[in-house]
């Protein structure tokens, strides 16, 4: 198990090493950079002052240097000025990362809460209306694009309620907040259950077909223990795996849910990044999602030893 | 009888509802949220040309002079004083002197003197380096001679010749005085003025906030007790949250016609105004690139363009047809309907410039069969996109087959710096309803903002002798024949002029905007909350 461990955590240094280089050569590569930009604010280019700016900012360094630059400021937990608001960048992203994180967090737990269950209740109520109902639930999250139902939910809020449930710094009421926290929850982390009751549906299907779960039943177990102590627990390893790589995933749909619901998170900050060709915040909000990814996925690899006693990575 | 009896019911209730506006007190508080529309680059407006800086930071500063705030038309006889408390031309107009206010301090507590003005005006005129990113107006003060400080409460610009428009630039949005003592990057990230709201926070995509300056020098103003900008960059969001009523007001000309009207639909008690955005449809043709090098071809391009479409596509008849002046009646130098007829492609028989389009062509060698490929360029951005789609389509009436190339912006402007481009499909906007900001920002050889590099000494002379002259009505004949001539060269021909809307809640009052320009009248220190 120990070896195991340490040969993940060797793994993710590599990966992330990749990634770091991955990043710094790609934002380079695409067409202009922040002068550019600073210019089209402006309406109007200055050569002169343009190549003062890419001095001032480090940016007509060989690339090497700027790299070493930068991989050794985050090692040393210095990460940089942004180049747009020209204030420390761990200042414009610590501030953001709790937010994102809440948003994600609770778009996980809607998914998670909404798609097992209903997963299994369709695979037990198959082919019956009930199970119909929930598979062309689960096909319209699939296909809904979280932009248009995010806007489709706020249309309604400001119709029927005459409220919208976008951020609030101050929230007027404890119901506003947990609006405000929800309703985007579940707007992004609709297409999440969505995939996760489907595939939960499908696995369980295939497990409840299983010899030792038609053993269990003539041992004269309830329906119940069967279904959710004997056939779930083995249905759940795909579903775990799948939870895994939604939670990058996600990081899709915030950015499209942040922005509709004006959510002030890193998703949408990255965003702007990029858009802004702000180098130091792009480089290190990536390399801080890589890290989440990777760390996210040890633990569903460790997740597995706990849903099923068979599995032992040190063998 | 009845018809008398309801004539004076009507007079009666027009009189009451005067007396009653009359009455109405403006209340002290409140925070006035605006829904802004993306992040601005930096918070110092000289550093910048967009409404996203001027709109929200304008009221952390003061100008010399303004134009005043009940003033519907931006012109020079609506300038009156604000940091400046009187001014005297002398010298044959060549100096104009400025007393200033007295007892005016900065939001730091340091004292307003004149050393803040002439420091102002020697950096953006470009004398002196005070190390900002970028001056985008450099060519404004192109007649600045040198700045005298004669005591700490006057001060004096020695300018090169007369030039009535001085005044007029120096009112804008665009033209606060700025603190000497607070450095190029404070003024980015953390601007000190002498406005009537200091600024509280800057947080990036997210928000920007002011708060009621007690010491403003105007006594009991201003009447908020601070401004919230609210950064949502999705337009379909900031819709819906201003007719939830958790806005007060949108950033100014931000909502198209169209959405003016649903809003207004949505929420019958909204006050709107669609106004000209100050920003026009242009094309940009690379002069230098053949065959574009052949007048002929750029006038056959030109006459392909039927404005009224574009109008009537982009904004269901909305917007403005003009040249580069902005057309009246909103506009104070725009071409008269009848002069207007007499400039090549403004015609009302759109068919018979075509035809001499494709007569030119045709000469040219080119024809439906065989016609002039090119690639039309533009940012990627919907305003831009459509308009150039629309014009690709166009083309096709004089044997040009456009392709659309979309850039993104950071690709936009290094593009048309190298000139790497055939045909550009251009938006832009302009500060002020002015021919001195007109031509001398857009349309001098060499200035930054001449994006074509269009370069004709001749004109020039003529940008300068109307820059001088006093009548308006003799200045403004030869501002028409030198926009005719802009036309007419393809300098870099209008397309049309567009228009933008602005919406608040019955609540927000004081609210001043001008027809003509929408960068001007933010400073808000007489708007109030009626709730």
């Not at chain 1, 019956?128 to 699939?142: M, P, Q």
């Not at chain 2, 930071?57 to 020079?76: E, H, I, S, T, Y």
């Not at chain 2, 301090?105 to 190390?131: I, L, M, Y």
């Not at chain 2, 006057?154 to 007029?168: E, I, K, N």
């Amino acid at each position: 198990m120990l070896t195991y461990l340490i040969r993940r955590l060797l793994l993710m240094i590599v990966t992330l090493f990749g990634v770091s280089v991955a990043i710094f050569l790609l934002l380079r590569i695409v067409p202009g950079n922040i002068a550019d930009i600073l210019f089209d604010s402006a309406g109007m280019i200055d050569p002169s002052e343009k190549q003062k700016i890419i001095a001032d900012l480090g940016l007509d360094l060989p690339l090497p240097l700027q790299y070493w630059s930068w991989l050794n400021g985050v090692l040393h937990g210095e990460l940089g000025f942004s180049y747009v608001s020209e204030k420390p960048v761990i200042d414009e992203i610590l501030p953001r990362i709790p937010i994102t994180a809440r948003l994600a967090g609770l778009a996980l737990v809607f998914a998670i809460c909404a798609g097992v269950p209903l997963g299994v209740i369709s695979a037990v109520k198959q082919n019956t209306k009930l199970d119909y109902a929930l598979r062309v639930l689960s096909l319209s999250g699939l296909s809904m694009p979280s932009f248009w139902l995010g806007l489709l939910i706020l249309m309604a809020c400001v119709r029927w309620f005459g409220t919208i449930p976008i951020y609030d710094r101050a929230p007027a009421s404890i119901w506003a907040w947990i609006a405000m926290l929800a309703i985007p929850a579940a707007s992004v982390g609709f297409r999440s259950s969505a995939l996760i009751m489907r595939l939960t549906r499908s696995s369980m299907l295939e497990i409840l077909r299983q010899d030792f779960v038609r053993t269990a039943k003539s041992k004269g177990l309830s329906d119940n223990a069967v279904t959710y102590d004997h056939a779930l627990r083995n249905a759940l390893l795909p579903v775990i795996t799948t939870i895994g790589v939604e939670t990058a995933f996600l990081m899709g749909g915030l950015i499209v849910t942040e922005t509709v619901f004006n959510i002030p998170g890193v998703a949408r900050f990255l965003v702007e990044a990029i858009r802004w060709r702000d180098y130091p915040m792009v480089q290190n909000l990536v390399m801080f999602i890589a890290i989440v990814v990777v760390t996210v996925n040890l633990i569903v690899d460790l997740l597995y030893m706990l849903v099923d006693p068979r599995i032992r990575y040190s063998e | 009888m009845s018809r008398l009896l309801r004539r004076l019911a009507i007079a009666g209730v027009c009189a009451l509802s005067l007396w009653t506006g009359a009455a109405q007190a403006q209340k002290q508080g409140g925070v006035l949220r605006i829904t802004h529309r993306d992040n601005p680059p930096s918070a110092s407006i000289h550093e910048e040309a967009t409404i996203s800086t001027d709109m929200p930071f304008m009221g952390v500063f003061n100008n010399l002079v303004v134009f005043a705030p009940d003033a519907k038309q931006n012109r020079l006889e609506a300038v009156v004083p604000e940091l400046a408390t009187s001014w005297a031309y002398s010298d044959g107009d060549r100096t104009l002197t400025f007393k200033l206010r007295d007892g005016v301090k900065w939001h730091d507590g340091k004292p307003f003197t004149a050393e803040d003005v002439k420091c102002t005006w020697d950096v953006v005129s470009g004398k002196v380096d005070g190390k900002m990113r970028k001056n985008p107006r450099k060519t404004w003060w192109f007649d600045i001679k040198d700045i005298v400080v004669d005591n700490p409460l006057q001060v004096t610009f020695h300018l090169y010749d007369p030039q009535p428009s001085f005044l007029v630039m120096l009112s804008g949005g665009f033209s606060p005085v700025y603190p000497c003592h607070v450095p190029a990057p404070q003024m980015r990230t953390h601007p000190i003025g002498t406005g009537p709201f200091k600024f509280v926070e800057f947080k990036q995509n997210e928000s920007i906030r002011l708060e009621r300056n007690k010491d403003y020098w105007k006594p009991g103003q201003p009447y908020l007790d601070g401004i919230e900008y609210s950064i949502i960059a999705n337009r379909s969001t900031a819709v819906l949250a201003l007719e939830s009523g958790k806005f007060d007001m949108n950033i100014t000309g931000e909502l198209t016609p169209e959405l003016v009207k649903d809003v207004q639909k949505e929420v019958p008690g909204m006050q709107c105004l669609v106004q000209p955005s100050n920003t026009q449809g242009n094309l940009l043709i690379n002069r230098d690139r053949p065959p574009f090098d052949d007048a002929k071809i750029r006038r056959a391009l030109v006459l392909s363009i039927d404005r009224k479409a574009f109008s009537d596509i982009l904004s269901r008849g909305i917007y403005n047809i003009g040249g580069a002046m902005l057309a009246p009646p909103e506009g104070l130098w725009g071409w008269s309907k009848e002069f207007m007829a007499t400039v090549p492609g403004y015609g009302a028989d759109v068919e018979k410039s075509r035809e001499e389009g494709r007569k030119i062509m045709a000469s040219l060698g080119y024809s439906a069969e065989k016609p002039l490929q090119l690639k039309v360029s533009t940012r990627n951005i919907p305003d831009y996109r459509d308009a150039a789609v629309l014009l690709i389509d166009h083309l096709k009436n004089v044997y040009i087959q456009g392709e659309l190339e979309p850039l993104d912006s950071a690709v936009w402007y290094a593009r048309l710096l190298k000139k790497d481009y055939a045909v550009g499909m251009n938006v832009q906007g302009t500060g002020i309803d002015d021919p001195d900001v007109m031509f001398f920002e857009n349309y001098t050889c060499g200035s930054e903002r001449n994006y074509t590099a269009y370069c004709n000494k001749d004109l020039e002379v003529l940008f300068h002798k109307q820059s001088q002259m006093k009548d308006f009505e003799a200045r403004k004949q030869i501002v028409w024949q030198i926009d005719k001539t802009l036309q007419e060269d393809g300098a870099r021909p209008i397309v049309y002029q567009a228009q933008g809307g602005t919406c608040w809640w019955p609540h927000v009052k004081g609210l001043h905007l001008a027809v003509n320009s929408i960068y001007n009248h933010w400073r808000l220190d007489d708007a109030w909350l009626e709730r």
